[in-house]
């Protein structure tokens, strides 16, 4: 089974700290994806990327950089976190197109962030 | 662009009840579709796929059927348990922009005994 982990299921954390979450695949996925869930706007995705140092900024890029120095780990950081950035945060990975059986998503169980 | 509607919740229904929860797309190609599903305090399982028109997912008593004239990818289920009680996402996969997810705002499930 492919299986999704992220460093923390709960997390508090202050106004303007700097603030690291991780997450890990184990089936090889080229394709990794952080998203953030609220209430009444489903997923919204902030960076994916498809290879190992290489980025690109989804809808909501702002407030928020990634860094992928390994092809199995996908880190998201919030530079100076805000209330506004309180959330859940879902990291996801899949195959890239024409490789694999399928071009699913596979998510962590996901993080949940409180930024007081 | 791509987006992805489906029904507003919450939706409340009887044990063993029929469920449907609609979802309609808008794509600029030829997408494959998904439902997921989220259980409290979890993070998003796929339930089931369709990759081209009239494909029919299915998992767990689940189907939704991939109708390109209608643009929709309906979930049904004939009798629904409390187990199923769960957030029910809907989303698609724009192979134009390299496997990126559009995913609909979800629905809100509760099955009561």
């Known amino acids: 089974d492919v299986k999704v982990t992220q460093s923390s299921r709960y997390l508090v954390k202050r106004t303007g700290e700097k603030v690291f979450l991780e997450c890990v695949q184990d089936m090889d996925h080229e394709n990794m994806f952080w998203y953030r869930q609220d209430p009444g706007l489903g997923l919204r995705l902030i960076y994916f990327s498809y290879d190992v140092k290489m980025k690109e900024k989804g809808d909501i890029p702002e407030g928020y950089s990634v860094s992928r120095e390994k092809k199995e780990r996908f880190s998201l950081i919030l530079e100076s976190a805000s209330t506004n950035q309180t959330s859940m945060y879902l990291c996801?990975?899949?195959?890239?197109?024409?490789?694999?059986?399928?071009?699913?998503?596979?998510f962590g169980p996901g993080t949940r962030l409180t930024v007081l | 662009g791509n987006s992805v509607t489906q029904m507003e919740g919450p939706v409340t229904l009887s044990e063993e009840a029929f469920l449907t929860i609609n979802c309609t797309y808008t794509a600029t190609g030829y997408p494959s579709l998904f439902w997921y599903v989220q259980y409290p305090g979890e993070g998003l399982q796929l339930l089931l796929k369709?990759?081209?028109?009239?494909d029919k997912g299915s998992n767990k008593g689940f189907e939704a059927t991939y109708r390109k004239e209608t643009t929709s990818f309906h979930l049904e289920k004939g009798s629904v348990q409390v187990s199923d009680s769960a957030v029910y996402f809907c989303a698609l996969s724009d192979r134009g922009t390299g496997n990126q997810f559009y995913f609909g705002t979800g629905t809100s499930l509760t099955v009561i005994p």
């Open positions: 369709a990759t081209k028109a009239d």
């Open positions: 996801a990975s899949s195959f890239p197109l024409g490789g694999g059986s399928t071009d699913t998503q596979y």
